[in-house]
């Protein structure tokens, strides 16, 4: 039985969620699978995976094809590294603990990276937010100054009007 690693559609219209699970190559896309490994949502930046990377690691082993989605999601989460470096482990290339400290070092690289996109993007939606309070607070002042010029115009209009009743009031 040819087993695949692979995306299940979830999520409403517009608004997809994925399951990764690994399913038999026959089987519809949203249809029967073996296990669900993690999930994948693309709805938030940066995207949204959780996986469960032993359980990914034992179907790898055993034989199951990743569809290109999915092998790019398993890469991104270090799935297909600690597959490699479990091969090197059994060639004897290197040990157990070489191997895990490897995978522990590139974890915490990824994580460091993957904070400073949250980071910029953070600092990025920021200034925006601060750009467009700087543009409705000029907006607001100048609505203030012309409400302010409107009302010394119509005071003026005003004592003017009464001048001239006063003006004519002397006269009669």
């Known amino acids: 039985m040819p087993v695949k690693i692979r995306l299940q559609r979830h999520g409403k219209k517009g608004k997809p969620f994925y399951w ?23 709805n938030v930046n940066p995207a949204a ?12 082993q055993n034989g199951a094809q990743p569809t290109d989605t999915a092998r790019a999601i398993l890469s991104y989460k270090g799935v297909m590294l600690k597959n490699h470096l479990a091969g090197g482990v059994r060639k004897g ?11 522990q070092a590139w974890l915490s690289e990824k994580e460091g990276s993957v904070n400073a996109k949250k980071e910029a993007l953070a600092k990025e939606d920021a200034d925006a937010k601060a750009k467009i309070l700087e543009a409705e607070k000029e907006v607001n002042a100048k609505r203030e100054a012309e409400a302010v010029q409107a009302e010394a115009e119509a005071n003026a209009e005003a004592s003017e009007g009464e001048a001239s009743n006063e003006a004519g009031n002397e006269e009669e």
Do not use: C, H, M
């Open 20 to 42: 990764i699970v690994a399913a038999d190559a026959r089987s519809k896309r949203d249809g029967r699978f073996l296990e669900k490994l993690g999930t994948y949502n693309p």
């Open 49 to 60: 995976i959780d996986v469960n990377i032993d359980g990914a690691v034992k179907w790898l």
């Open 93 to 103: 290339a290197l040990t157990e603990e070489q191997a895990e400290e490897k995978f």
